[in-house]
Structures are given as structure tokens and as C-alpha cells.
């Protein structure tokens, strides 16, 4: 009986031991995995960030609509982020949708990949966020 117990203990022991490096090995994979997502992300951002309709957009707001450099209208540029939008999109499998927010929270642009399609989704069904 003494033997049966310390058989139990033991075994038990083993499968805790075991379960808890599973976990640990998940739990490492599942971080990995979510800071190359992040990492990947973070690059998209900084493409963005980087593309002539951003500063652009930025003038157009502090000038009544209009960017002052060309008088280009804010909705010229916002057609060009969206078309950059797109492509980054349709070009990245990975990317299923990428929104544009302004500071009160309403969405700008908006472009989703829908049954295999890239689109830019209308003025009228833009979100407040």
C-alpha cells in the first residue's frame, strides 16, 4: 500500500512537472509570436507614418481643410492614404483591416479586407470610435 502511495505521488509529480513545462513552452511561443506581430505592425506604422498624405493631412486640419503647401484639399490627401492603404493591404495577407482615427475618435479612412477583397469603406460608414 506504502508503495502504491509513493508510486501515485511520484507519478503525480511527473505529469505536474510535465504540464508545467508544456505551458512554459506555450506561453514563450505565444509571446515570440506576439512581438513579431507587434514588431510587424509596428514597421506598417512607421511606412505610413512616413508617406507624403500625413503631413499633409496634418497642414490641411491646422488650415480650414486645405493644405497650405500646393492648396491641396484634405480630401485629396485622404483619397492617397487610402489608396496607399490598399495597396499595403492587399500586399500583406496578414493585414485584415487598418483604420485611421482622428484625435475625437471618429475613423478618417478605413480599408478592410472582405471575402478576399481590399476595400476603402464609405464616408457614411465610418465609426466614432
Known sequence: MLALIFFERKLQSEVQFEVENQLRQSAAHIAEQFERRYRADLSYLHFLKDTPPFPGIARALKNNGVDPQGNQPIE???????????????????????????????????????????????????QDK
Do not use: C, H
Not at 483619397?79 to 492603404?85: D, K, P, V, W
Not at 471618429?106 to 479586407?113: H, T
Not at 472582405?114 to 464609405?122: A, F, H, L, N, T
Open 76 to 126: 485629396l490627401w485622404k483619397s492617397r492614404i487610402a489608396t496607399i492603404s490598399r495597396s499595403l493591404i492587399y500586399n500583406n495577407a496578414e493585414l485584415l483591416q487598418l483604420r485611421i482615427i482622428m484625435p475625437d475618435g471618429r475613423e478618417f479612412v478605413r480599408v478592410d479586407r472582405r471575402r478576399g477583397k481590399v476595400e476603402q469603406i464609405p464616408e457614411a460608414k465610418l
